[in-house]
DNA sequence: CTGAAAGCGCTTACAG
DNA sequence: CTGAAAGCGCTTACAG
């Protein structure tokens, strides 16, 4: 019988060719298995000729570790699960860039996802990554439901939800104060004389949305303007959607003379409609927007700082993994008023 | 001697926690392993009640594959790594999100990186995702020298560039019609009846950079204006750069009466150095910017579908990843020049 | 300083 | 329809 060793499969389907291995880097070298990985990892106890001879068998065969098998038996595969709603949304690129960074500092690789604001594909999502054992996991939510994270969070999958608050499992969570930075914003249209100011926002069911609005009704309330029904617009963020509700309040007989705009989405198509039109409507935005300096009138906007969230979500993950046992905590980081014109106009009649 | 299963190793260190394994099911459901993972893997060839006694171990348990140990067996991860130079920067916004599309149609996940336009990082990037044995790589490249991937693209790494070709290997790549599109944007603004044209672009290592100057210099050339050295500027992306860059070509005795732009960042802060000075400048940019056209002028871009780069590359990778053996190609795609004011206004003298 | 054996949690290839 | 054994490519825990 001939002792060529029996490999069990070479499929077609598999992507791995013919990548060596440490056992034949071993052989190759004529050391012990063990002797490679001391190498390939940098372990100390191989003297400099062993090291070397193993160093030119890994280079001829063109050797690179699997760490795919390397996570399986150590537990941790170094890398975290960031899910998001729209990878193309600019509002995550600063939010994705400093989760990355933080995840580089400690040695880890990111693994993104868009929810597409889909519970479903949200959760779908989520236990992809946990299946591939992701050592953490920053979550901006789409669903209100998050229970079914738990069997994840017991077995020690640190997790941190970002822009929004987990629902119904107690959870870290990093959001920016969307009722103050709303208040603050729709006080300030109110302090340059606007009493019928319309609010235009997201959907009714995305916490940030009803936070801001909740913002816009206090700080009516505290000027004791009473708000109309017809004032407020909740909906998708739909270019249609938001232009039909723009139109419709400033075409009634008594039409606002300032809109408060619940995120960057809806702000850029408000400013489109309002730009058509010749009686100038103030407007405050939630969320900066790059060129807002350079638009005429200039847009006063509520900025929250994006990339600030990503990096406390991020840190706060790596506290958890580093074995801090935390008590689920709320952070809040505060938003920024910055005017550039949009917001002072005074009222139009 | 008790019997008890000696578990080699539970380290604190561990993130699995205590999380239950097919073996742990298979116990409880008192069946073997492999009855397990049929049901898991929903094949076929188990009794109803067989497979509701192991759904029910499942879900008693909190059992959640391991997909760690299936990809070590089954050589593919289904993942694909994206690899590019800025996860902030708007222009990848949506190619990340085509890429991931494509991906996910595929049943893959997408580990994405940022390599910061160096070199090194891009590379250290790239073999941390040959280590984790992507299916495939989706590269736009800081660096001009990728041999080093050579020993993955024998092993079978499926590859495809993006934005800029590879360097010195032999690689699928996919790209903007980067000088014809300059061309043509240069040649719309000599249209417009201007002879001193300046060209602001990023550093010359940079693909992109260099094949939009050759496209200025075509332009200028075909037009018979022989170009001055003060009217192109090449360097990093960097505001105060580009400010003094701007500054310096509006300030000579013979100034330039427009200005072609090498990309968006660019663009965007010569946007500012023109907004800050009376006499107008014609303007044409390369790649297109939210709320273009709302600046006054609106904006006259040569853009680029950026989402288009990154679906045509990732289906390009699916192929290769299907088995079709292709040669490595280079695949054009076209630009579009928008009009919007900036690009038709007349020379200021 | 070095290496053989066991094991990580699955899937493969069989055999019953 | 069901399951025991072998193996994926590493690291761990030892022993020499």
New interface residues.
Partial sequence: MPETPRRTHR?????????PTMKDVAARAGVGLKTVSRVVNGEPGVTPETERRVQEAIEAL?F??????R??R????S?VGLVLE?????F???L??AV?EVA?AHGA??????SAEDAEREQELV???????V?GLVVIPAGDDHRYL???L????ATVFVDRPAGRIDADVVVSDNYGGARDGVAHLIAHGHRRIGFIGDMPGIHTASERLRGYRAAMEDAGIPVEDSWMSLGVTDPGRVRRATEEMLSRPDPVTAVFTGNNRVT?TV??VL?ERSRPVALVGFDD???A????PGLTVVAQDS?ALGRTAAERLFRQ?D?DPLAPERIELPTKLITRGSGELPPAD
């Avoid at 690789?109 to 868009?114: A, D, F, K, P, V």
């Avoid at 017991?154 to 999958?157: L, Y």
């Fill in positions: 499929l077609p389907g598999s992507r791995y060719g013919n990548r063109g690179r570790r699997n760490d795919s098998a996570v399986l150590k537990g941790r595969t890398s729209d990878l193309a949304d600019p995550y690129g600063p994705s860039r990355e580089r690789l990111l693994i993104n996802g868009s236990l992809a990554l946990c299946a591939r054992r050592d738990e069997p994840e017991r077995a020690g999958v850029v400013i489109r730009s927007i790059e060129l300096d350079l638009l005429r990339a993994l074995g």
